[in-house]
């Protein structure tokens, strides 16, 4: 009887082994699916599924496979704070989001509090990061860096020009706006006009108006696609012909679908066209192949799952907390947007931001391309 009852005990124990070593790694991919930035997203999502495809496909990690689950926050904070919580109840560990800094930012907490590591491809406010967490981490750039180079290509490029800058009083865009500020104002350069304004609004006249009346020859907008489309078309309406200048919240086609024809000549910052990098040509072509554009945040959003891989490989585990540490190590990552390592903050030691322009594609439609 305790020999067979021994068996018994050493099958189960040998089972419990067994389904351990190829448990799954759960991650979340957390974002705007729905709402006015949905179309950032989609990139987030094509990106990270693809990722998740092509590492199963050579593997996994560690032997094991990813499991990817979806969850819409809508660009609304205390979804995405629920969500989060939801993400802790279905044994998630690793976090590929938010797109919102506003969003990202309180998330960032519960992941922290329960675990999980956290790497966002789009969350650019500096706060973030700030408070040094160990599990937070981005594959984009900062808003300061970002600012700092929106004034000085205002103060230097521009010099002269009348600039009017326009926020949207959210996190990301009211923060880019003042890094913005902060940099021109250094260059002993003062804006005309100063002004925030509501999203989600679909008369911007009022701000239109104030642009017009101050005179300014061009417009800083701290923001994203929907509201820029629109007070362009706006501004176009009403005989405005001031440049609009952005940040990487207008890196969406729907910037020029919503718009219009008003948006060529839009200058925007955003980091260096991954698309264009060797180590990008072959998953581009996958991309293509499923037509779908790779625009704006689908690559950064693949380059956190490879981060999260190598990582997992040098510590040797897929604990988040041991995953992390390789990751503050200062180990190279070899992905699709180049090689990086990373700081104690979570920020890359390398990002960097240029200048785009909105102009017309060889097949006439509007695209934003690299200066």
Request: with cysteine; proline share 3%.
């Amino acid at each position: 009887m305790k020999k067979h009852l021994l068996s018994g005990l050493m099958l189960i124990a040998g089972l419990s082994f067994a389904t351990a070593a190829s448990a799954d790694i759960k991650l979340g991919i957390a974002g705007p699916f729905t709402g006015p930035s949905a179309a950032i997203g989609a990139q987030m999502q094509q990106g990270t599924q693809q990722a998740v495809e092509d590492i199963n496909a050579a593997g996994g990690i560690l032997g094991q496979k990813i499991v990817a689950s979806v969850e819409d926050d809508a660009s609304k904070p205390e979804q995405g704070v629920s969500i989060a919580n939801k993400l802790v109840g279905n044994g998630v560990k690793f976090v590929i989001g938010h797109f919102n800094s506003s969003v990202s930012i309180p998330a960032s907490e519960v992941y922290n509090e329960n675990g999980m590591l956290q790497i966002t491809p789009a969350s650019t406010n500096p706060v973030l990061t700030e408070g040094k967490l160990w599990n937070t981490f981005r594959t984009c750039g900062r808003d300061d860096q970002q600012g700092t180079v929106a004034g000085d290509y205002l103060a230097s490029k521009m010099a002269g020009k009348k600039v009017a800058i326009v926020h949207d009083k959210t996190t990301y865009g009211k923060g880019l706006a003042d890094e913005t500020k902060k940099a021109l104002n250094a260059k002993s350069v003062k804006e005309v006009l100063y002004e925030g304004v509501n999203v989600g609004e679909s008369d911007y006249s009022a701000i239109v108006s104030k642009i017009k009346t101050s005179g300014a020859d061009v417009v800083f907008f701290g923001g994203l696609y929907t509201e820029a489309g629109r007070i362009i078309r706006q501004m176009r309406d009403q005989g405005v012909t001031a440049v609009l200048m952005g940040g990487d919240g207008l890196a969406s086609a729907e910037l020029a679908a919503i718009g219009g024809a008003g948006v060529e000549g839009t200058l925007m910052t955003f980091g260096p066209d991954p698309t264009k990098r060797p180590q990008a040509a072959e998953i581009v072509k996958k991309f293509k192949a499923k037509n779908f554009d790779p625009e704006a945040y689908t690559l950064y959003s693949y380059a956190a799952v490879q981060v999260i891989k190598q990582a997992a490989e040098k510590a040797n585990s897929v604990d988040p907390k041991k995953v992390a540490d390789a990751m503050h190590s200062g180990m190279m990552f070899d992905t699709v947007l180049g090689k990086f390592s990373y700081d104690a903050k979570g920020d890359r030691n390398d990002a960097d931001f240029v200048m785009y322009v909105w102009k017309k594609g060889a097949d006439g439609k509007l695209i934003f391309s690299e200066l």
